[in-house]
């Protein structure tokens, strides 16, 4: 459904400086997958997301390089109007901040979707059996998003993607700004919603524990490079790249110190030749300077490390 080769983003940040982004990223969505992309923040998670739909101001971009396919269609190269039938049918994207999403001066009913509907369709009667399914009740449709909780909007959201009838959600950071409770609950809609409607969701967090909770697969980020991908509770239970195993560490959990990574993320604004870990890695050696290959079959990463290497190699 999502494919992507070598996918490279470079902002332009003030005028002569850039950030590079997203490096080389090669990974493959298919159809019904639930993905999970974590990482710490500034890896490059949203990056990648917007990406996929090039939803970027032309002057934030120095530039992209690659190839990106959705549903077989190259994106990079595709014109603004053709991609914004991609963006409305195929792709929804669901954000982090639900207020920000909105026009505030406009009631509900006017920013959800048209949608598309045969003649023997009645309009009226999908958008409320949509409601339903969301959770949502048909009186929203006439307030404006103020009057709306934070849950509420992002139930908004998931209705709009219902309605486009789009087979691809996007949700990144959906419940990083909501009250415990209220994200469970929107978690358990997503959950509900994939399943039922047989949508591929690519679910963007650093909250390690939703991404374990809701997907079947995980890709990991660092410093905007891909360094490991698999199934998810294969990566939980036994991740291979020194930079997982320590981000697994951050999980807090009862009677359990809390090991911090040392050190900083890597400065974005120099493009690196080494393993993009090096600085930080507990495990690093001489070899480590040269740039590692990603390489695996179900599990895949961006490492050295000689361990991994067997492991890989003995599908252990
Ligand atoms: N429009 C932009 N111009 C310049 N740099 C940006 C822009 N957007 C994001 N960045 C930088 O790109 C890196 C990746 O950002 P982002 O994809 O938002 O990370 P994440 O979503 O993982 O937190 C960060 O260092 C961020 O500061
Ligand atoms: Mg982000």
């Known amino acids: 459904m999502i494919e992507a080769r070598n996918f490279s983003i470079t902002y332009r940040h003030r005028v002569f400086k850039k950030i590079y982004a997203l490096n080389n990223v090669t990974l493959k969505i298919e159809e019904g997958d639930v993905v999970g992309i974590a990482g710490e923040s500034g890896c490059g998670k949203?990056?990648?997301?917007?990406?996929?739909?090039?939803?970027?101001?032309?002057?934030?971009?120095?530039?992209?390089?690659?190839?990106?396919?959705?549903?077989?269609q190259e994106i990079l190269k595709e014109k603004e109007a053709r991609l914004s039938q991609i963006r409305g049918k195929k792709v929804a994207m669901i954000f982090q901040h639900p207020y920000l999403s909105f026009n505030p001066v406009l009631k509900i009913k006017k920013q959800i979707p048209a949608g598309e509907f045969s003649p023997l369709q009645n309009k009226g009667e999908i958008l409320s059996q949509i409601l339903e399914k969301v959770g949502l009740e048909e009186r929203v449709l006439e307030l404006y998003p103020h009057q709306l909780s934070g849950g509420m909007l992002q139930r908004v959201q998931i209705a709009g993607a219902l309605l486009l009838k789009a087979k691809v959600l996007i949700a990144d950071e959906p419940t990083s700004s909501l009250d415990a409770?209220?994200?469970?609950?929107?978690?358990?809609?997503?959950?509900?919603?994939?399943?039922?409607?047989?949508?591929?969701?690519?679910?963007?967090?650093?909250?390690?524990?939703?991404?374990?909770?809701?997907?079947?697969?995980?890709?990991?980020?660092?410093?905007?490079?891909?360094?490991?991908?698999?199934?998810?509770?294969?990566?939980?239970?036994?991740?291979?790249?020194?930079?997982?195993?320590?981000?697994?560490?951050?999980?807090?959990?009862?009677?359990?110190?809390?090991?911090?990574?040392?050190?900083?993320?890597?400065?974005?604004?120099?493009?690196?030749?080494?393993?993009?870990?090096?600085?930080?890695?507990?495990?690093?050696?001489?070899?480590?300077?040269?740039?590692?290959?990603?390489?695996?079959?179900?599990?895949?990463?961006?490492?050295?490390?000689?361990?991994?290497?067997?492991?890989?190699?003995?599908?252990?």
């Not at 009862?254 to 690196?272: F, M, V």
Request: charged share 30%.
């Open 46 to 72: 949203s990056t990648f997301a917007r990406g996929i739909l090039k939803l970027f101001n032309s002057w934030q971009i120095y530039s992209m390089g690659g190839e990106v396919f959705v549903d077989g």
């Open 181 to 316: 409770i209220t994200q469970k609950k929107i978690i358990n809609l997503l959950k509900k919603i994939v399943e039922t409607e047989n949508l591929t969701l690519i679910f963007i967090s650093h909250n390690l524990r939703l991404i374990r909770y809701l997907t079947k697969k995980t890709f990991i980020f660092y410093g905007g490079f891909l360094v490991e991908e698999g199934p998810t509770d294969e990566v939980f239970e036994n991740p291979l790249h020194p930079y997982t195993k320590a981000l697994l560490k951050c999980i807090p959990e009862p009677h359990k110190k809390i090991e911090p990574i040392p050190g900083d993320p890597p400065d974005l604004s120099q493009k690196t030749s080494k393993c993009p870990f090096f600085e930080r890695c507990y495990k690093r050696e001489s070899i480590c300077e040269k740039f590692p290959p990603y390489r695996g079959e179900r599990r895949k990463v961006l490492c050295f490390y000689p361990e991994a290497k067997y492991r890989i190699e003995n599908n252990k």
